[in-house]
């Protein structure tokens, strides 16, 4: 029975994957329109699992070969949705991921050894978004992963 479980359990998982958003067919258009949607429909729990994983990979604590933030960290989630509605680029990773990057000129975001990193990268799993609701990609939003956010 437990068996038959793990198999159905694996059954849906690839079926969701191969219908999910293929994110290097998309244009950097795409994408940026997707992440400001994004940005201004994420809730509150996406954006505590960012900060929860950003804080584990460590880039919250001074390190000399990780980056980490300096920013202070009451200005770190307007960063990040900025990163998220205007970056000043995207790359798809993977299947299913894409990386927001937004350089803020002016201002020191990190640093990584002794070198001062004045960019945000945001990475987000678009899987659970199907390829048939890009027109429309409001109710799957919620569902979007907000992975990992660090200084680049």
């Known amino acids: 029975m437990l068996t ?9 998982l690839a079926c969701l994957n191969a219908h999910a958003v293929p994110t290097a067919a998309l244009s950097p258009e795409q994408r940026h329109a997707l992440g400001r949607q994004l940005a201004n429909a994420a809730g509150a729990s996406q954006w505590q699992q960012l900060w929860h994983r950003s804080r584990l990979a460590g880039h919250f604590d001074s390190q000399p070969t990780t980056a980490y933030f300096t920013l202070p960290q009451t200005l770190l989630p307007n960063a990040a949705s900025l990163t998220l509605s205007d970056p000043s680029e995207t790359s798809a990773i ?5 990386l927001y990057r937004r350089e803020f000129r002016s201002q020191s975001i990190g640093n990584q050894a002794e070198r001062t990193l004045n960019a945000l990268c945001v990475l987000v799993d678009w899987r659970t978004l199907p390829e048939h609701a ?3 990609p409001a109710p799957y939003l919620g569902q979007v992963s907000l992975l990992l956010a660090r200084p680049c």
């Open 4 to 12: 038959c479980r793990l198999l159905s359990s694996f059954a849906l």
């Open 94 to 98: 993977n299947r299913t991921q894409v």
């Open 134 to 136: 890009l027109a429309r």
